[in-house]
């Protein structure tokens, strides 16, 4: 009887690291949505495991902190602008090229938007993208030639005929 009891206590363990590690992996995956979802009924269904449910609402903290969106108001084009500059360096490039073409629709004359759209396009390896752009770019400010030419973000395309051609660089 007694061993009945440990072997299903034993089973029951095993049952809870399953589902602990299904939750971890999800987390681990930046799924925090779901993570939350599996940790929230991780805790409901083995509340006896005590350590792993202390554990559960740490990371559950971390998923809920996550989930929580920024709320930035933008309205003028400097707010769209400079947005995009932070979420271009911090790696967030579609999002940043998003803010790019409303900065764009506010200003369409201002050749930084281009400018900075081929410099994200660069980022992304989409060379063709990045030269239509910067050729966009110079055609609103020839001073884009010479940032063009001096801009570590474009050396993957500087050895470009189409680039040495936008840029005027022989």
Do not use: H
Not at 43 to 62: F, Q
Not at 76 to 92: E, L, P
């Amino acid at each position: 009887m007694v061993k009945e009891k440990e072997k299903v206590k034993k089973d029951e363990y095993q049952k809870a690291l399953t589902a602990y590690n299904q939750a971890m992996k999800t987390l681990r995956k930046k799924e925090y949505e779901n993570a939350a979802e599996l940790l929230t009924e991780f805790m409901k269904k083995y509340a006896s495991e005590k350590e792993l449910v202390d554990r559960t609402k740490i990371y559950l903290s971390i998923c809920q902190a996550k989930q929580k969106k920024e709320k930035i108001s933008l309205k003028t084009f400097d707010d769209y602008y400079q947005y995009s500059v932070f979420r271009m360096n911090q790696g967030n490039y579609e999002e940043a090229l998003k803010l790019l073409e409303k900065a764009w629709e506010m200003q369409p004359k201002d050749g930084r938007i281009p400018y900075l759209m081929a410099s994200t396009y660069c980022l992304m390896g989409q060379n063709e993208e990045c030269l239509e752009y910067l050729k966009r770019a110079i055609q609103l400010d020839k001073y884009f030639k010479i940032l063009a030419q001096n801009e570590v973000d474009f050396e993957p395309v500087k050895e470009d005929k189409k680039f040495k051609m936008i840029t005027r660089m022989s």
